[in-house]
Each structure stands twice: as C-alpha cells, then as structure tokens.
C-alpha cells in the first residue's frame, strides 16, 4: 500500500476509510462545492463515472469550505444537495481542507506529488479579474480541482478546475491509467 493509500479518512456518512479501500481501481479526486460557478461539473462527473465504473474506475468527491466558504453546509446538508441536483452515486467523504494551513494530509501529499495544474484555463484570470486571490501552484487553485490515482496508488496526473469530466486530456489520462 502506498502512503497515499493509508491517509484516514471519512465517508460522507462517517464511516472510516482509506484510498486503499479502492486498491487496484483508477481513481478521480475532485474537491467539490455546491455553491461555486463550477458546480454544474457534478453533472459530468456522475456521466464518466457511469460510463466508466465497470471498467474498475471510481470518482471521490471530497467537499471543501476553502473558496469563498461556496460548501458551507454539513455532511448530510452536502449529501443531499448532490443526490437530489446531481443524482449524484459516485462516492463523497466528509467536508475536509484542500488547501492552506490546515489542509488534509491527503491534499498535502497529492498536491507535493504533482505541483502543476494541467489546462488551467481563463478560470483563473476570471477570480484575479474580481480580485479574488488565488493559491499558487503547488496549492489548489479552486473547487473541483482533479487528480487521477493509477491502479497502482501513485499519483498520475493533475487537473485545473477549467478541465469539465468529458475533456479529452481528462479522458486520455484516466483511460490510460485504466489501461496500464
């Protein structure tokens, strides 16, 4: 098991869990918001996960307070908003940080693992142009952020929020990491 694989976590209803739990599956990591402009995102992503869930992929959403408090709610209030807006069936885990000082070992370890954004788009120039500031690289930019974890626990690529669930540089690494 790799480091990333052993980090603690909680599903969105409490239960105890690792990245291990997924061993041998091809996973997307995306910090989620139900109250950001990207939000519609979900949309996508529950799309690639039913298209691509038998073939051994799994997408975790990880809600995240850290850009413009856009998650405010609880872990239920969270839960439901994604199964009654998105009928959204791909795993979540409880509310946690992705980025400044108290961000999640998780976080910490993926954003060290590849401290560069793939396809980040006008996003970006977009919060600068409202003069909302914006992490430097390595930390995460904003919410839904993506980061494909191989078969094998490593860390095998990353995201910028621009990149939607049916961009094809998305498709290439997941389908290539599902195919090693």
Known sequence: MTAIQSIPLKTIDGNDATLGD???KVLLLVNVASKCGLTP???GLEKLYREK???GFEILGFP???????EPGN???IASFCSTNYDVTFPLFSKISVAGTDVHPLYKELTAAIPERIGEGPHKARLEGFGIPVNPA???LWNFEKFVVGKDGQVAARFAPDITADDPRLLHAIDAALAA
Do not use: I
């Open 22 to 24: 997924y061993a041998g």
């Open 41 to 43: 995102q979900y949309e």
């Open 53 to 55: 869930h038998d073939a």
């Open 64 to 70: 995240a307070n850290n850009f413009k408090q856009q």
């Open 75 to 77: 872990d239920a209030e």
């Open 138 to 140: 390595p930390e995460v």
